[in-house]
């Protein structure tokens, strides 16, 4: 007996972890959010299938340094011999097999090659950098979406708070109004019975809210609709100056580097350019085979090989035009990472200066809330009492609620504030 009631015992815990394991996986944190959105978001699909085209622009780049070889291959029929009666020296047959094969290696390109491929290798640098750019974009998608269910879960519990608080003071009211009729108590029952009314709509505007913020949050991650979300770690800011955030960014900042990178890449584009305009030197090799019928003096299989020295002597200007709009697009590089550099440091700034605003307002609102928390406990206690008039408790509670919205939403701005201020610097989800 005491072996089976062993076994129930260890049955229940087995289920019981069970259940829990359950109930805890179906609990997403935000690196759950994060994976989900880096796994199904189509700008982050959209960005890796460029790094996939930039991996292709490297292939292609060799294949101009490599030797090319093509086949060729015709079969003719002519409606009569030439001469009409044929001869010794017959040069029309009535059928002609051809075929070839041409082998090229390319010598000299007037730079144009390597260029072509240092191109190639930069832009696929510069692509593997979008991507973490475009990626470190939907995290912070994402962290504003996650933070605005967490943030409207909680509106939902202090609306429901005060949805109570209300109804507690509508009882009293109620009990007041029944034993001591007057115009007075009759007023401040129709008075609570709003309030009560009130806070109800509040309530309904928050769990609408709740909804849409879900909604967000799934359109982001493909994360179920009702998905439950924890609380994640509090963030702590960084003690470095601004000054010293601002050169972080610039280094850690993967849209500036693609930037410099683009510099690089325009640059080469002038090289490129130039140098299709220079002498282009050819290795050529082949063989070529020719039967006829009826036989000619042509039909053999001849191999040969040599050497073809292209040289440009008069277009009209193309050099001079085409490698004016490559440097014109050089400078805009230069320029469009000048303004990008100047740009993130702003940034910066911006987002140090808004979370020391949010981080005062979260302080402020902590002291608000502890004070209008303190002050309708008191005041309560003084209306149940019959010491203050209802309206002090509306006062009361109203101060009461506006302090607890404002409370979540400072408390949330500023975990919002310094993954702003991550995504401005450039290390958002690079944290080891």
């Not at 994976?35 to 978001?41: G, K, N, R, W």
């Not at 009535?94 to 090229?104: F, I, M, S, V």
């Not at 085409?322 to 050089?330: I, T």
Request: hydrophobic letters at 40%; aromatic letters at 6%; glycine letters at 6%.
């Amino acid at each position: 007996m005491k072996r089976n009631t062993g076994t129930i015992i260890a049955c229940i815990m087995l289920i019981a972890a069970a259940a829990a394991a359950r109930a805890e996986g179906g609990t997403y944190t935000l690196e759950d959010a994060y994976s989900a959105a880096l796994q199904t978001h189509e700008s982050v699909k959209i960005s890796q299938e460029n790094t996939v085209q930039a991996d292709s622009k490297v292939d292609q780049a060799w294949t101009y340094l490599y030797p090319k070889v093509i086949g060729q291959g015709s079969y003719l029929r002519y409606n009569e011999t030439l001469p009409p009666n044929g001869g010794a020296f017959l040069f029309q047959p009535l059928g002609q097999l051809q075929a070839a094969l041409l082998l090229t290696q390319p010598l000299y390109t007037g730079g144009r090659a390597t260029a072509a491929l240092r191109a190639a290798k930069t832009m696929q640098e510069s692509s593997r950098n979008d991507l973490s750019t475009s990626e470190q974009n939907i995290m912070l998608s994402v962290a504003e979406a996650y933070y605005a269910v967490l943030r409207s879960q909680k509106v939902v519990e202090v609306s429901k708070g005060s949805l109570e608080r209300m109804v507690r003071h509508r009882t009293v009211t109620e009990r007041e109004a029944s034993t001591r009729r007057s115009k007075a108590n009759a007023s401040a029952l129709l008075r609570a019975n709003t309030l009560v009314d009130q806070a109800r709509i509040t309530l309904v505007l928050a769990e609408n809210e709740l909804n849409v913020a879900r909604k967000m949050l799934s359109l982001l991650t493909q994360l179920p609709d009702d998905a439950a979300i924890s609380e994640p770690p509090s963030l702590q800011m960084y003690p470095d100056p601004v000054r010293v955030l601002q050169e972080r960014a610039l280094t850690s900042r993967d849209d500036y580097m693609s930037s410099q990178l683009n510099q690089k890449v325009a640059k080469e584009n002038v090289n490129i350019t130039a140098g299709a305009h220079y002498p282009q030197v050819y290795a050529e090799g082949g063989l070529r085979y020719q039967d006829s019928s009826p036989q000619t003096m042509m039909d053999a299989t001849t191999y040969y090989g040599g050497v073809r020295l292209m040289v440009p002597i008069f277009e009209g200007g193309l050099l001079k035009a085409e490698v004016a709009e490559a440097r014109s697009k050089q400078r805009q590089a230069e320029l469009s990472t000048e303004l990008l550099k100047r740009t993130i440091m702003n940034d910066v700034a911006e987002s140090y200066l808004n979370y020391q605003a949010v981080n005062t307002v979260l302080e402020t609102t902590k002291t608000q809330f502890d004070y209008a928390r303190r002050n309708f406990d008191v005041v309560e206690g003084l209306f149940n009492e019959g010491l203050v008039p209802s309206l002090s408790v509306i006062d009361a509670q109203q101060a009461l609620f506006l302090a607890e919205r404002e409370l979540v939403a400072a408390t949330v701005g500023q975990q919002l504030a310094i993954l702003r201020l991550q995504k401005a610097i450039g290390i958002l989800g690079k944290q080891s």
